[in-house]
Nanobody
Framework: QVQLVESGGGLVQAGGSLRLSCAAS????????MGWFRQTPGKERELVAA????????YYADPVKGRFTISRDNAKNTVHLQMNNLKPEDTAVYYC????????????????WGQGTQVTVSS
């Protein structure tokens, strides 16, 4: 049973911070690139950040650069997304996913997904 579980979402005021966590079980993903996506109603799920197994390559989408930080702990089979200076436009459901190869930006290149955690930023 492979499972990814996101946590840490909630309601926060603009300018505040949240730290999202993704815990994997049933399989070790220490050798895989991990990604965080987000989705709002009426929009396609979009890549927010991704990190390779050794953290040598780290990607951030332009809207979150300088504000979000992705990290991972391979020993604990977890990945995190530290979100600072949150803005109302960051409101979305955030998903953790495991990359299987191919484009980092295409959701079809990711095999395993969590259930998502809601982030709501009020003004």
């Amino acid at each position: 049973q492979v499972q990814l579980v996101e946590s840490g979402g909630g309601l926060v005021q603009a300018g505040g911070s949240l730290r999202l966590s993704c815990a994997a079980s049933g399989r070790t993903f220490s050798s895989y690139t991990m990604g965080w996506f987000r989705q709002t109603p009426g929009k396609e799920r979009e890549l927010v950040a991704a990190v390779t197994w050794n953290t040598v390559i780290i990607y951030y989408a332009d809207p979150v650069k300088g504000r979000f930080t992705i990290s991972r702990d391979n020993a604990k089979n977890t990945v995190h997304l530290q979100m600072n200076n949150l803005k109302p436009e960051d409101t979305a459901v955030y998903y953790c996913a495991v990359h299987r190869g191919g484009s980092y930006y295409d959701r079809s290149s990711y095999d395993y997904w969590g259930q998502g955690t809601q982030v709501t930023v009020s003004s």
